[in-house]
Protein backbone atom coordinates (compact mmCIF):
# COMPACT_ATOMS: atom_id res chain seq x y z
CA UNK A 1 0.00 0.00 0.00
CA UNK A 2 1.45 3.85 -0.78
CA UNK A 3 0.88 6.45 1.76
CA UNK A 4 1.01 9.97 0.46
CA UNK A 5 0.35 11.36 3.42
CA UNK A 6 2.58 9.72 5.87
CA UNK A 7 5.93 10.49 6.17
CA UNK A 8 9.03 8.88 8.22
CA UNK A 9 11.93 11.61 8.57
CA UNK A 10 15.09 10.33 11.15
CA UNK A 11 15.48 13.91 11.71
CA UNK A 12 12.08 14.88 12.81
CA UNK A 13 10.62 13.55 15.65
CA UNK A 14 12.88 10.92 16.01
CA UNK A 15 11.28 9.09 12.79
CA UNK A 16 8.04 8.80 14.22
CA UNK A 17 5.54 8.10 11.42
CA UNK A 18 3.98 11.60 11.05
CA UNK A 19 1.15 13.43 8.98
CA UNK A 20 2.63 14.98 5.54
CA UNK A 21 5.66 16.42 7.24
CA UNK A 22 3.68 17.99 10.19
CA UNK A 23 4.82 17.32 14.21
CA UNK A 24 1.60 15.45 14.36
CA UNK A 25 2.48 11.57 14.50
CA UNK A 26 -0.14 9.22 13.34
CA UNK A 27 -0.34 7.42 16.91
CA UNK A 28 -1.70 10.67 18.20
CA UNK A 29 -4.08 10.54 15.75
CA UNK A 30 -5.14 6.96 16.28
CA UNK A 31 -5.14 7.30 19.48
CA UNK A 32 -7.61 10.50 19.59
CA UNK A 33 -9.81 8.17 17.55
CA UNK A 34 -9.54 5.44 19.93
CA UNK A 35 -10.71 7.46 22.82
CA UNK A 36 -13.88 8.21 20.84
CA UNK A 37 -13.49 11.15 18.95
CA UNK A 38 -14.81 12.01 15.90
CA UNK A 39 -13.30 13.34 12.48
CA UNK A 40 -14.74 16.90 13.55
CA UNK A 41 -13.46 17.04 16.74
CA UNK A 42 -9.91 15.89 15.70
CA UNK A 43 -9.71 18.84 12.75
CA UNK A 44 -10.81 21.37 15.23
CA UNK A 45 -7.96 20.56 17.83
CA UNK A 46 -5.66 20.40 15.22
CA UNK A 47 -6.68 22.71 12.02
CA UNK A 48 -3.98 22.19 9.89
CA UNK A 49 -5.08 18.18 9.32
CA UNK A 50 -7.18 17.43 6.64
CA UNK A 51 -9.94 14.47 6.58
CA UNK A 52 -7.75 12.87 4.25
CA UNK A 53 -5.16 12.81 6.68
CA UNK A 54 -6.76 10.75 9.32
CA UNK A 55 -8.31 8.11 7.14
CA UNK A 56 -4.82 7.38 5.70
CA UNK A 57 -3.37 7.78 9.05
CA UNK A 58 -6.17 4.73 10.44
CA UNK A 59 -4.86 2.41 6.68
CA UNK A 60 -1.33 2.92 8.27
CA UNK A 61 -2.06 1.45 11.69
CA UNK A 62 -4.19 -1.03 10.27
CA UNK A 63 -1.71 -2.22 7.94
CA UNK A 64 1.36 -1.82 10.85
CA UNK A 65 -0.95 -4.37 12.89
CA UNK A 66 -1.20 -6.98 10.26
CA UNK A 67 2.65 -6.83 9.75
CA UNK A 68 3.34 -7.53 13.37
CA UNK A 69 2.30 -10.51 15.63
CA UNK A 70 1.33 -8.61 18.92
CA UNK A 71 0.91 -10.55 22.37
CA UNK A 72 -3.11 -11.32 23.52
CA UNK A 73 -4.08 -12.42 26.89
CA UNK A 74 -5.68 -15.67 26.18
CA UNK A 75 -9.10 -15.53 27.59
CA UNK A 76 -9.84 -17.82 30.80
Do not use: W
Not at 57 to 63: G, I, M, V
Amino acid sequence: MNFERISIQPDQMGGVPCIRGLRIPVATVVGMIADGMSFQEILESYPDLEHEDISESLQFAAEAVRERELPLIKAA
